[in-house]
């Protein structure tokens, strides 16, 4: 990857439906030169994929938690990884260092739905107890 692959995907960050022709006259090259190394840059999985993002607020998930997952003993990732998969709120999840095991990032529509949620991983059989973050309002997001 040279420094026009990182401008080509700086303007795909910026917008994923932008042109060929769009990108390269902001990149110095040509629509066709820009698919080569777009098709290159997916081929070789630089580029995962292309998405389109809805606000979860229109898709009626306004609630928004992070919370610290606590085990008991040793849990490998593997099985949190399939107890957090089984909760449709949970929308990201990751081991961490520090006290927690996992930080699960969790959006539900109402704050009944997330407490039913958390219910359900707190409930797992590893699982000890969870401390939980409500977000009031998103300050930074980034992709």
């Known amino acids: 990857m040279d420094a026009i692959d990182s401008r080509i995907i700086d303007q795909l960050r910026q917008n994923a439906r932008a042109g060929y022709g769009d990108i390269g006259d902001v990149v110095g090259l040509s629509a066709s030169a820009v698919k080569r190394r777009v098709d290159r840059l997916v081929a070789d999985g630089v580029i995962r994929g292309f998405t389109v993002q809805v606000d979860p607020a229109v898709e009626g998930l306004a609630v928004e938690a992070y919370v610290e997952l ?15 998969s089984a909760v449709p709120e949970v929308v990201d999840a990751g081991t ?23 219910e359900r991983v707190r409930s797992a059989p590893n699982v000890d107890h969870t401390r939980s973050a409500i977000v009031f309002s998103r300050l930074v997001h980034r992709e």
């Open 70 to 84: 606590f085990c008991r003993g040793t849990v490998s990732p593997d099985d949190l990884r399939r107890l957090l």
């Open 96 to 118: 961490v260092t520090g006290e927690a095991d996992a930080i699960v990032h969790m959006r539900s529509r109402d704050i009944p739905s997330l407490e039913e949620a958390l």
